[in-house]
């Protein structure tokens, strides 16, 4: 590739990055609903000490995460910084350090500087990267402790360098973040027990035995609630749409990078890329077991994004595309170009489009919470589907309304007390994305009260206002009949 295009697509990425870390950085409200469940759990943990409930009283939510991402945030919260901003800082900061860490991984296999910038580049351009990057999520900060315990397995495989003790404990850090982080601990397991099985069973060791002592000892000591929360309630049902959704927006967006790197593969696995492709390997394999559940989203995808940029700028330099492209070739191989160029054009067209949507939904909220202030203003309990107001208001999730009817058709909770809660009008106020006294919603991943609630609903509440928000379907205000309120 030509300096100047280089140049011009590292100036692109950087620009693209710097947007939308600005805008997150500007918006008060949540860019996702689940943002901004994780970030009143970390407000109540911060408030509460609590974290991880039984589901035998409220809050009816499951905190589905590791707790680190929690905790940092709770702290953050305590010395002063907002609760939304505090898990985009974490975030942002481990998108830096994964752009840099595909740099350093690409510089250390081909020793090639044009390389490691097209990854570089490609890295600041990927949608999954600049949408999910920013947002107050686990995903992000599991990844990037995953990618550099890689790089440490890098480092000895291809210098002998020995820090596999410490990319142990950085594997391990990775999924006390997000219990599904195990790619990258299953792809230098794998490759150590190949060459040395004495250290593979050492890191084992390490990030099997000694995180399993910490997730077992957390789990005691709250009574199993912690295991509960995180795998147990978490498994969610499995649907093909979901799966098809996902290799739809994969086709979109990744395919140019999957393309470069199958051409690619032969010359780069005998070139010493062995490595890098059996981690994406397994990267793609626990995206395809985890991505067909309900709730999931494209960023479960991040990882293999990820891999692929390396994979593919593995194969591009195995090709020897930069230095016949620099020299104005006329082989096939300089056409790769196009590929490439179709990556960057459409990662940056959808992010483009998201950012959009994310500015014209902050103003949307802003507008919309001068609207429910008046509810929050009230003494009393608020049973609300909407995760922004009750961060906005400082309020606790009291019951989660998805995660909640899952549980509850589930068999796993029981539903008794608060349908008897609802009839005996102890929430001040009920804010649900549907009109109780209209269609119900089918969607499996629409955040709905079970039956038996929003047919209590109807016979002891009033629909009092609807208000218009961010998201394709307004929030639905409801009060005790008479204004009642026990």
């Known amino acids: 590739m030509s300096r100047r295009i280089l140049i011009f697509a590292c100036i692109l990425s950087l620009l693209a990055v710097i947007t939308h870390v600005g805008v997150a950085v500007w918006a008060h409200s949540e860019f996702t609903q689940p943002e901004g469940i994780v970030a009143s759990q970390?407000?109540?943990?911060?408030?509460?000490?609590t974290l991880y409930y039984d589901l035998k009283q409220y809050p009816y939510t499951i905190c589905p995460y590791m707790p680190l991402l929690y905790g940092m945030m709770a702290a953050m919260f305590k010395l002063g910084m907002p609760i939304l901003l505090a898990g985009r800082l974490v975030n942002i900061a481990a998108l830096a350090a994964i752009l840099y860490l595909i740099w350093k991984l690409l510089l250390l296999y081909t020793n090639d500087r044009r390389s490691a910038w097209t990854g570089l580049a490609l890295g600041g351009m990927t949608q999954l990267l600049l949408g999910w990057g920013v947002v107050g999520r686990s995903d992000v900060p599991a990844i990037a402790l995953s990618l550099a315990a890689f790089y440490l397995y890098a480092r000895y495989a291809v210098k002998g360098d020995e820090v596999l003790d410490q990319s142990a404990i950085l594997a391990m850090l990775g999924l006390l973040f997000k219990q599904t982080a195990l790619a990258a601990p299953a792809a230098i397991f794998l490759l150590l027990?190949?060459?040395?099985?004495?250290?593979?069973?050492?890191?084992?060791?390490?990030v099997g035995g000694i995180g399993g002592a910490i997730v077992l000892g957390i789990d005691r000591w709250l009574d199993g609630r912690f295991l509960f929360s995180t795998v147990f309630s978490n498994m969610n049902p499995f649907a093909l749409f979901k799966l098809q959704l996902h290799f739809e927006f994969m086709a979109a967006t990744l395919s140019p990078l999957i393309l470069i790197s199958a051409i690619g593969a032969k010359k780069a696995l005998d070139s010493g890329g062995k490595s890098a492709f059996a981690y994406l390997l397994t990267a793609s394999a626990i995206f395809l077991l985890t991505a067909g559940k309900l709730g999931s989203d494209f960023n479960y995808q991040i990882e293999t994004a990820i891999l692929l940029i390396v994979c593919s700028c593995l194969a591009l330099h195995s090709l020897n595309f930069f230095e016949l492209y620099s020299m104005g070739s006329k082989s096939w191989i300089t056409i790769l170009i196009l590929p490439l160029a179709v990556f960057a054009v459409q990662n940056l067209r959808i992010s483009t489009g998201a950012l959009l949507e994310r500015i014209e939904g902050e103003r949307k909220f802003?507008?919309?919470?001068?609207?429910?202030?008046?509810?929050?203003?009230?003494?009393?309990?608020?049973?609300?589907a909407d995760s922004n107001s009750l961060v906005?208001?400082?309020?606790?999730?009291?019951?989660?309304?998805l995660i909640y009817r899952w549980l509850v058709e589930a068999g796993k909770v029981s539903e008794?007390?608060?349908v008897e809660d609802i009839r005996q009008g102890k929430f001040q106020s009920i804010l649900l994305f549907e009109d109780a006294f209209g269609e119900e919603n089918s969607d499996p991943e629409f955040p709905r009260l079970p039956k038996s609630h929003m047919d209590m609903i109807r016979s002891h509440y009033r629909l009092v206002q609807r208000i218009p928000g961010a998201y394709p379907y307004d929030l639905f205000?409801?009060?005790?009949?008479?204004?009642?309120?026990?």
């Open 42 to 49: 970390a407000l109540t943990f911060a408030n509460e000490r």
């Open 193 to 206: 027990l190949v060459s040395s099985p004495k250290r593979a069973l050492r890191f084992g060791l390490i």
């Open 366 to 384: 802003r507008v919309q919470l001068r609207e429910l202030e008046p509810f929050f203003a009230k003494p009393g309990l608020i049973l609300s």
């Open 392 to 401: 906005h208001f400082k309020r606790r999730i009291e019951v989660d309304a």
């Open 416 to 418: 008794a007390r608060v």
């Open 477 to 486: 205000a409801y009060q005790p009949l008479n204004g009642q309120q026990h």
